[in-house]
């Protein structure tokens, strides 16, 4: 063991115990990303942190928190005649009434997973005889990568090619768990990957507005252990504000030009969220000058498709008002190989990270 790995050990040691020094009384924070909950649970920091401070996941899961009726379109769409569906890996897992994308490719429908957005423009490049549908799931993050892709269909005037895009927007959501008093969350680890994207402004208006503190964190265990030493000492203070611990990879402004990409193609618009509903301001729509490429508006789609009801409570789990422990099918019925609802599907899923870790 090297030096630089015994310090660091030895700093989450003091960490840790001046963080049971500080936490006076019952504390829960959130973490709405779902990379800092697979750090908190494969560095087991919910196990070593007084039993008073409780971490709650929340809806941190791009694939997680998209609709099922999103999954049905895409569905639909892959059996029709000259379609080729483009999509991230996880999408092809995610089940619903009518089944899943995995199902549909293992029946021969033409589903080519990507790792990279810009991979489907050549997907239309070399297919001029298909429709490319492309399926743009993501939040903040993820979301310029797609506004730059549709940017080039447009210069290459590619005529061959439709998105069809769920993005999210994470300041509104986390504004609509502090209005619901039934989970009472005290303070949050704000989503280090939508920051270097957004900046800090939007979440430090909430902390003020809601007099809850917001740490920007990144990933490390160190980074994790040090946010939530921060949020205890500012409820201690009552110091409702943000603290950028981050700042190797976080500037309060955030990225000018991805924003303004961002912009560029798309505008503001309400959100579709598994278990927590419509959300006015966490959605992405295209401006008319993109309209074209809109896979829902080419293909007359309804977005009032059937749910599947299978017991999964996938749901109340992105809300943080219940973990999958409390599942009837976690780890029984439902596991990675045999997912019963997107949170055991991505690799950001809080019930995929659980079983994997625990």
């Known amino acids: 063991m090297n030096n630089l790995i015994k310090e660091e050990i030895k700093l989450c040691k003091d960490i840790i115990e001046e963080i049971k020094v500080n936490a006076k009384k019952k504390i829960n924070i959130m973490e709405v990303c779902g990379t800092h909950t697979r750090s908190i649970y494969k560095y087991g920091i919910d196990k070593i942190l007084p039993e ?15 609709g099922e009726s999103f999954i049905e379109n895409a569905i639909e769409l892959s059996r029709r005649e000259n379609i080729i569906i483009a999509t991230f890996g996880d999408m092809i897992k995610v089940p619903c009434s009518k089944g899943s994308l995995r199902r549909e490719k293992a029946k021969g429908r033409d589903i080519r997973v990507i790792t990279s957005p810009i991979q489907a423009l050549n997907i239309a490049k070399n297919n001029e005889d298909k429709l490319i549908i492309f399926l743009g799931v993501g939040f903040e993050t993820t979301m310029p990568a797609i506004a730059v892709l549709l940017k080039k269909i447009k210069e290459n005037n590619i005529n061959n090619f439709y998105i069809l895009q769920e993005g999210k927007q994470m300041p509104k959501v986390i504004e609509t768990l502090l209005e619901d008093k039934d989970i009472k969350i005290n303070g949050f680890l704000v989503p280090g990957h939508v920051s270097t994207v957004i900046g800090v402004e939007e979440f430090r208006e909430l902390g003020e507005r809601y007099s809850v503190p917001m740490v920007v964190s990144g990933f490390g265990c160190l980074d994790i252990l040090g946010s939530i030493l ?12 943000l603290k950028n611990l981050y700042k190797r990879a976080v500037r309060n402004s955030g990225n000018i030009e991805a924003k303004n990409i961002l912009n560029e193609v798309f505008f503001t618009s309400s959100g579709m969220w598994r278990g927590l509903g419509e959300i006015n301001g966490t959605g992405y729509d295209l401006r008319e000058e993109y309209e074209k490429y809109d896979a829902r508006l080419y293909f007359k789609l309804d977005d009032n498709k059937e749910y599947m009801d299978t017991g999964c409570i996938c749901g109340d789990i992105l809300k943080g008002k219940k973990t999958p422990n409390e599942c009837k099918l976690f780890k029984k019925v439902c596991n990675p190989n045999n997912p019963k609802g997107p949170c055991m599907v991505s690799n950001e899923g809080t019930c995929s990270i659980l079983y994997s870790y625990r």
């Open 230 to 241: 921060m949020i205890v000492k500012m409820i201690n203070k009552k110091d409702y504000n």
């Open 52 to 66: 008073n401070i409780k971490l709650i996941s929340g809806p941190g899961c791009p694939v997680c928190v998209t």
